[in-house]
Protein backbone atom coordinates (compact mmCIF):
# COMPACT_ATOMS: atom_id res chain seq x y z
CA UNK A 1 0.00 0.00 0.00
CA UNK A 2 3.27 2.26 0.95
CA UNK A 3 4.31 1.79 -2.55
CA UNK A 4 1.21 2.40 -4.41
CA UNK A 5 0.56 5.33 -1.82
CA UNK A 6 4.05 6.90 -3.54
CA UNK A 7 3.33 5.81 -6.99
CA UNK A 8 -0.27 7.95 -7.15
CA UNK A 9 1.84 10.87 -5.80
CA UNK A 10 4.51 10.68 -8.37
CA UNK A 11 2.21 10.58 -11.41
CA UNK A 12 -0.15 13.23 -10.01
CA UNK A 13 2.72 15.68 -8.99
CA UNK A 14 3.74 15.09 -12.65
CA UNK A 15 0.35 15.68 -14.19
CA UNK A 16 0.66 19.20 -12.02
CA UNK A 17 3.82 19.96 -13.36
CA UNK A 18 1.78 19.72 -16.85
CA UNK A 19 -0.74 21.72 -15.94
CA UNK A 20 1.36 24.49 -14.18
CA UNK A 21 3.87 25.00 -17.10
CA UNK A 22 0.30 25.84 -19.25
CA UNK A 23 -1.08 28.24 -16.56
CA UNK A 24 2.23 29.86 -16.56
CA UNK A 25 1.93 30.63 -20.47
CA UNK A 26 -1.71 31.85 -19.88
CA UNK A 27 -0.72 33.96 -17.05
CA UNK A 28 2.47 35.83 -19.21
CA UNK A 29 -0.27 35.86 -21.96
CA UNK A 30 -2.92 37.97 -20.13
CA UNK A 31 0.56 40.18 -18.70
CA UNK A 32 1.72 40.75 -22.48
CA UNK A 33 -1.62 41.48 -23.78
CA UNK A 34 -1.62 38.28 -26.69
CA UNK A 35 -2.91 35.23 -27.05
CA UNK A 36 -1.13 32.42 -25.55
CA UNK A 37 -1.64 28.40 -26.06
CA UNK A 38 -5.32 27.69 -27.39
CA UNK A 39 -4.95 25.36 -30.57
CA UNK A 40 -3.83 21.66 -29.09
CA UNK A 41 -7.76 21.09 -27.57
CA UNK A 42 -10.06 22.81 -25.78
CA UNK A 43 -8.07 26.23 -24.27
CA UNK A 44 -5.22 24.58 -25.26
CA UNK A 45 -5.09 22.03 -22.20
CA UNK A 46 -3.41 19.17 -24.58
CA UNK A 47 -1.21 22.00 -25.30
CA UNK A 48 1.33 20.27 -22.04
CA UNK A 49 1.03 16.20 -23.15
CA UNK A 50 2.18 17.83 -26.89
CA UNK A 51 5.32 19.26 -25.89
CA UNK A 52 5.97 16.10 -23.68
CA UNK A 53 5.94 13.70 -26.46
CA UNK A 54 7.31 16.23 -29.27
CA UNK A 55 10.42 16.54 -26.35
CA UNK A 56 10.58 12.94 -25.47
CA UNK A 57 10.62 11.62 -29.03
CA UNK A 58 13.38 14.14 -30.33
CA UNK A 59 16.43 13.22 -30.89
CA UNK A 60 19.27 12.79 -27.66
CA UNK A 61 22.53 14.36 -29.25
CA UNK A 62 26.17 13.08 -27.87
CA UNK A 63 28.81 15.61 -27.09
CA UNK A 64 32.28 14.87 -28.69
CA UNK A 65 34.42 15.38 -24.91
CA UNK A 66 32.28 14.73 -22.66
CA UNK A 67 32.07 12.43 -19.11
CA UNK A 68 29.43 9.63 -20.47
CA UNK A 69 28.17 8.58 -17.39
CA UNK A 70 28.10 12.01 -15.20
CA UNK A 71 26.55 13.77 -18.30
CA UNK A 72 23.54 11.28 -18.52
CA UNK A 73 23.08 10.29 -14.83
CA UNK A 74 23.48 13.95 -13.06
CA UNK A 75 20.24 15.38 -14.50
CA UNK A 76 18.23 12.25 -13.27
CA UNK A 77 19.99 12.97 -9.79
CA UNK A 78 18.57 16.10 -10.14
CA UNK A 79 15.22 14.62 -10.65
CA UNK A 80 15.34 12.41 -8.20
CA UNK A 81 16.26 14.60 -5.81
CA UNK A 82 13.15 17.17 -6.06
CA UNK A 83 10.96 13.88 -6.22
CA UNK A 84 12.47 12.69 -2.17
CA UNK A 85 11.48 15.94 -1.16
CA UNK A 86 8.42 15.40 -1.63
CA UNK A 87 8.09 12.45 1.29
CA UNK A 88 7.88 15.77 3.34
CA UNK A 89 4.34 16.14 2.76
CA UNK A 90 2.49 15.21 5.76
CA UNK A 91 -0.57 12.58 4.51
CA UNK A 92 -2.74 11.09 7.96
CA UNK A 93 -1.48 7.72 6.37
CA UNK A 94 2.05 8.23 5.95
CA UNK A 95 4.95 10.02 5.67
CA UNK A 96 6.90 12.45 7.92
CA UNK A 97 6.49 10.09 10.94
CA UNK A 98 10.54 11.06 11.24
CA UNK A 99 10.94 13.70 13.70
CA UNK A 100 13.98 15.41 11.64
CA UNK A 101 11.71 16.36 8.15
CA UNK A 102 13.11 19.62 8.27
CA UNK A 103 16.95 18.29 8.60
CA UNK A 104 16.16 16.43 5.32
CA UNK A 105 14.64 19.16 3.63
CA UNK A 106 18.24 21.13 4.19
CA UNK A 107 20.03 18.01 3.49
CA UNK A 108 18.56 18.05 0.33
CA UNK A 109 18.77 21.17 -1.28
CA UNK A 110 22.27 21.14 -0.72
CA UNK A 111 22.62 17.75 -2.81
CA UNK A 112 20.60 19.24 -5.56
CA UNK A 113 23.39 21.94 -5.79
CA UNK A 114 25.94 18.80 -6.10
CA UNK A 115 23.90 17.24 -9.03
CA UNK A 116 23.87 20.76 -10.58
CA UNK A 117 27.48 21.17 -10.79
CA UNK A 118 27.68 17.52 -12.37
CA UNK A 119 25.54 18.83 -14.92
CA UNK A 120 27.82 21.58 -15.66
CA UNK A 121 30.94 19.74 -15.83
CA UNK A 122 30.77 16.63 -17.23
CA UNK A 123 29.14 18.44 -20.25
CA UNK A 124 32.58 19.90 -20.15
CA UNK A 125 31.32 23.40 -21.86
CA UNK A 126 32.70 26.45 -20.53
CA UNK A 127 28.99 28.43 -20.57
CA UNK A 128 27.68 25.41 -18.59
CA UNK A 129 30.50 25.06 -16.06
CA UNK A 130 30.32 29.19 -15.47
CA UNK A 131 26.40 28.79 -14.79
CA UNK A 132 27.07 25.73 -12.20
CA UNK A 133 29.62 27.82 -10.64
CA UNK A 134 26.95 30.65 -10.22
CA UNK A 135 24.31 28.75 -8.87
CA UNK A 136 26.67 27.58 -5.95
CA UNK A 137 27.53 30.38 -4.96
CA UNK A 138 24.11 31.27 -5.29
CA UNK A 139 22.88 28.18 -3.43
CA UNK A 140 25.33 29.09 -0.65
CA UNK A 141 24.27 32.17 -0.16
CA UNK A 142 20.77 31.77 0.63
CA UNK A 143 20.81 28.65 2.24
CA UNK A 144 22.79 30.26 5.39
CA UNK A 145 20.01 32.70 5.67
CA UNK A 146 17.39 30.17 5.44
CA UNK A 147 18.66 28.26 8.13
CA UNK A 148 18.23 31.10 10.35
CA UNK A 149 15.20 31.66 9.55
CA UNK A 150 13.72 27.88 9.74
CA UNK A 151 15.67 28.11 13.68
CA UNK A 152 13.54 30.99 14.09
CA UNK A 153 10.35 29.11 13.45
CA UNK A 154 11.59 25.63 14.80
CA UNK A 155 11.91 27.75 18.61
CA UNK A 156 7.89 28.15 18.18
CA UNK A 157 7.11 24.48 17.57
CA UNK A 158 10.26 23.30 19.32
CA UNK A 159 10.13 20.27 16.57
CA UNK A 160 11.50 19.33 13.41
CA UNK A 161 8.79 17.64 12.22
CA UNK A 162 6.39 19.88 9.61
CA UNK A 163 3.32 17.79 11.45
CA UNK A 164 4.57 19.92 14.39
CA UNK A 165 3.56 22.99 12.04
CA UNK A 166 0.20 21.88 11.29
CA UNK A 167 -0.36 21.31 15.29
CA UNK A 168 1.03 24.34 16.28
CA UNK A 169 -1.02 25.93 13.65
CA UNK A 170 -4.65 24.83 14.91
CA UNK A 171 -5.51 28.33 16.23
CA UNK A 172 -3.61 31.03 14.42
CA UNK A 173 -0.80 31.08 11.49
CA UNK A 174 2.01 31.57 12.24
CA UNK A 175 2.04 34.76 9.58
CA UNK A 176 0.95 36.45 12.27
CA UNK A 177 3.95 36.20 13.82
CA UNK A 178 6.72 35.81 11.63
CA UNK A 179 5.26 38.43 9.22
CA UNK A 180 9.25 39.48 8.18
CA UNK A 181 10.31 35.76 8.45
CA UNK A 182 7.83 34.84 5.71
CA UNK A 183 8.60 37.76 3.10
CA UNK A 184 12.15 36.76 3.59
CA UNK A 185 11.89 33.39 2.99
CA UNK A 186 9.27 33.68 0.31
CA UNK A 187 12.46 35.68 -1.75
CA UNK A 188 14.68 32.55 -0.78
CA UNK A 189 12.64 30.22 -2.11
CA UNK A 190 12.34 32.49 -5.33
CA UNK A 191 16.15 32.47 -5.74
CA UNK A 192 15.94 28.46 -4.68
CA UNK A 193 13.92 27.65 -7.66
CA UNK A 194 16.07 29.71 -10.31
CA UNK A 195 12.53 32.22 -10.97
CA UNK A 196 12.66 35.52 -11.81
CA UNK A 197 14.17 37.81 -11.03
CA UNK A 198 16.98 35.54 -9.67
CA UNK A 199 17.03 33.51 -12.70
CA UNK A 200 21.41 33.75 -13.10
CA UNK A 201 21.83 30.03 -13.58
CA UNK A 202 20.11 30.39 -17.36
CA UNK A 203 20.78 33.81 -18.11
CA UNK A 204 19.93 33.52 -21.99
CA UNK A 205 21.78 36.82 -22.35
CA UNK A 206 24.95 36.09 -20.81
CA UNK A 207 25.14 32.02 -20.61
CA UNK A 208 23.48 30.61 -23.81
CA UNK A 209 20.42 29.28 -21.87
CA UNK A 210 22.91 28.14 -19.23
CA UNK A 211 23.90 24.72 -17.80
CA UNK A 212 21.20 22.71 -19.78
CA UNK A 213 22.59 23.94 -23.24
CA UNK A 214 23.74 20.61 -24.03
CA UNK A 215 21.07 18.62 -22.98
CA UNK A 216 18.00 17.86 -25.16
CA UNK A 217 15.78 14.99 -25.61
CA UNK A 218 14.11 13.67 -22.56
CA UNK A 219 17.25 14.66 -20.24
CA UNK A 220 16.19 18.25 -20.86
CA UNK A 221 12.37 17.28 -20.18
CA UNK A 222 14.06 15.28 -16.66
CA UNK A 223 15.87 18.97 -15.77
CA UNK A 224 12.74 21.16 -16.69
CA UNK A 225 10.47 19.30 -14.90
CA UNK A 226 12.73 19.21 -12.24
CA UNK A 227 12.28 22.98 -12.06
CA UNK A 228 9.03 23.17 -11.62
CA UNK A 229 8.58 20.53 -8.83
CA UNK A 230 10.99 22.77 -7.02
CA UNK A 231 8.74 25.32 -7.26
CA UNK A 232 5.30 23.29 -6.29
CA UNK A 233 7.58 21.82 -3.43
CA UNK A 234 7.98 25.58 -2.40
CA UNK A 235 5.04 26.46 -2.03
CA UNK A 236 3.94 23.80 -0.40
CA UNK A 237 6.63 23.89 2.31
CA UNK A 238 6.02 27.71 2.53
CA UNK A 239 2.10 27.14 3.24
CA UNK A 240 3.15 24.34 5.92
CA UNK A 241 5.08 27.02 7.61
CA UNK A 242 2.99 30.18 7.69
CA UNK A 243 -0.55 29.01 6.31
CA UNK A 244 -1.74 25.85 8.19
CA UNK A 245 -1.52 23.69 5.91
CA UNK A 246 -3.62 20.46 6.19
CA UNK A 247 -3.62 18.10 2.92
CA UNK A 248 -7.09 17.25 2.96
CA UNK A 249 -8.78 20.74 2.95
CA UNK A 250 -9.93 22.55 -0.02
CA UNK A 251 -8.56 25.50 1.53
CA UNK A 252 -4.56 24.17 1.57
CA UNK A 253 -4.98 24.14 -2.26
CA UNK A 254 -6.60 26.89 -2.79
CA UNK A 255 -4.06 28.65 -0.74
CA UNK A 256 -1.37 26.32 -2.85
CA UNK A 257 -2.64 28.03 -6.34
CA UNK A 258 -2.84 31.32 -4.82
CA UNK A 259 1.22 31.13 -4.27
CA UNK A 260 1.53 29.83 -7.46
CA UNK A 261 -0.14 32.59 -9.34
CA UNK A 262 2.46 35.18 -7.71
CA UNK A 263 5.23 33.00 -8.84
CA UNK A 264 4.23 33.55 -12.21
CA UNK A 265 2.97 37.37 -11.84
CA UNK A 266 6.29 37.78 -10.40
CA UNK A 267 7.85 36.17 -13.48
CA UNK A 268 5.76 38.91 -15.80
CA UNK A 269 6.43 42.18 -14.10
CA UNK A 270 10.24 42.10 -12.81
CA UNK A 271 13.44 42.38 -14.86
CA UNK A 272 16.57 40.25 -13.60
CA UNK A 273 18.19 41.07 -10.53
CA UNK A 274 21.94 41.88 -11.37
CA UNK A 275 24.11 39.25 -9.73
CA UNK A 276 26.83 41.17 -8.01
CA UNK A 277 24.02 42.68 -6.36
CA UNK A 278 22.00 39.72 -5.34
CA UNK A 279 25.40 38.33 -3.68
CA UNK A 280 25.33 41.59 -1.77
CA UNK A 281 22.24 41.27 -0.61
CA UNK A 282 22.65 37.67 0.31
CA UNK A 283 25.49 38.31 3.02
CA UNK A 284 25.61 42.39 3.88
CA UNK A 285 20.89 42.26 4.29
CA UNK A 286 19.66 38.94 4.39
CA UNK A 287 22.61 36.96 6.53
CA UNK A 288 22.27 40.04 9.25
CA UNK A 289 18.27 40.26 9.05
CA UNK A 290 18.07 36.88 9.52
CA UNK A 291 20.72 36.43 12.26
CA UNK A 292 19.05 39.27 14.07
CA UNK A 293 15.46 37.45 13.65
CA UNK A 294 16.45 34.41 15.13
CA UNK A 295 18.63 36.17 18.28
CA UNK A 296 14.83 38.12 18.68
CA UNK A 297 12.65 35.15 18.30
CA UNK A 298 14.68 33.23 20.86
CA UNK A 299 14.90 36.15 23.41
CA UNK A 300 10.74 36.20 23.13
CA UNK A 301 10.66 32.81 23.86
CA UNK A 302 12.68 32.55 26.63
CA UNK A 303 10.95 35.19 28.33
CA UNK A 304 7.58 33.80 27.96
CA UNK A 305 9.13 30.18 29.42
CA UNK A 306 10.24 32.05 32.30
Not at 50 to 70: Q, R, T, V
Request: net charge neutral; proline share 2%.
Amino acid sequence: MIFINYLFLLIFILFSVAFITLFERKILGYIQDRKSVNKVGYMGLFQPFSDGIKLLLKESSMLNKFNFLLFLMAPLMNFFIIIMMYMLLPYDSLMDWFNLGILYFLSLLSLNVLSVILIGWSSNSSYSFLSSIRMVAQMISYEISLMFLLLSLMISSESFSLMMFMKVQKFIWLLSCYFVVSGLMFIIFLAESNRVPFDFIEGESELVSGFNIEYGSGYFTFIFVAEYLSILLMCYVFIMFFFSGNLLSFNFYLKLMMLVYLYMMIRGAFPRFRYDKLMMMAWKVFLPLTLGLYIFYFSIIMLLKI
